[in-house]
T-cell receptor, first 114, second 112 residues
Framework: GAGVSQSPSNKVTEKGKDVELRCDPI?????LYWYRQSLGQGLEFLIY????????KSGLPSDRFSAERTGGSVSTLTIQRTQQEDSAVYLC????????????FGPGTRLLVL | GNSVTQMEGPVTLSEEAFLTINCTYT??????LFWYVQYPGEGLQLLLK?????DKGSNKGFEATYRKETTSFHLEKGSVQVSDSAVYFC???????????FGTGTRLTIIP
């Protein structure tokens, strides 16, 4: 595809349920990022994958959050036992490796935890 | 730590007015600097960037200059249009993995 795609575009879930969010990066981009955009916290970094290196998980807010990247391409962000404060737009971005490279963002997944 | 301080919004201007949105960053190393824009109902997209001191990024009539001495990357446009109404985010990269640290965003509304 031409850009970063994410699915689902919207997700409504009940508190305590697990959710999986998917990101398809731009073909050939080895760097992949997850961010979260919420009213109270603005845009914040969650996790970063670069090639086969160990991911930078320093932005994950709790151990309920995890992410995988299979085959260096598609990534899945999983939130276990969702809480209402997890409600936000989850954004995925990809880029070529290197300083100053532009990150291209997907449309996001809007998560609402009831 | 790394941080970005961005002019608080919202900002409302008349069409053809001059725009400045201030942005400063913490001076940890020599980060790449970016302005991203989010138009209503759309995703984040890069507006412009600069990767070293004194570089000027420009796009769609917007400009920003990487000022190392003042640790700033202010966004300017000489004559705004209604179509520029959006939320603007200043961001810095982090050498080594380039995860972005964003400012709080500035909502800009241009009235005809």
């Amino acid at each position: 595809g031409a850009g970063v795609s994410q699915s689902p575009s919207n997700k409504v879930t009940e508190k305590g349920k697990d959710v999986e969010l998917r990101c398809d990066p731009i073909s050939g981009h080895t760097a992949l990022y997850w961010y979260r955009q919420s009213l109270g916290q603005g845009l914040e970094f969650l996790i970063y994958f670069q090639g086969n290196s160990a991911p930078d998980k320093s932005g994950l807010p709790s151990d309920r959050f995890s992410a995988e990247r299979t085959g260096g391409s598609v990534s899945t962000l999983t939130i276990q036992r969702t809480q209402q404060e997890d409600s936000a737009v989850y954004l995925c971005a990809s880029s070529s490796p290197g300083a100053g490279e532009t990150q291209y963002f997907g449309p996001g997944t809007r998560l609402l935890v009831l | 730590g790394n941080s970005v301080t961005q002019m608080e919004g919202p900002v409302t201007l008349s069409e053809e007015a001059f725009l400045t949105i201030n942005c400063t960053y913490t001076a940890t190393g020599y980060p790449s600097l970016f302005w991203y824009v989010q138009y209503p109902g759309e995703g984040l997209q890069l507006l412009l960037k600069a990767t070293k001191a004194d570089d000027k990024g420009s796009n769609k009539g917007f400009e920003a200059t990487y000022r190392k001495e003042t640790t700033s990357f202010h966004l300017e446009k000489g004559s705004v249009q209604v179509s520029d109404s959006a939320v603007y985010f200043c961001a810095r990269g982090q050498f080594g993995n380039e995860k972005l640290t964003f400012g709080t965003g500035t909502r800009l509304t241009i009235i005809p």
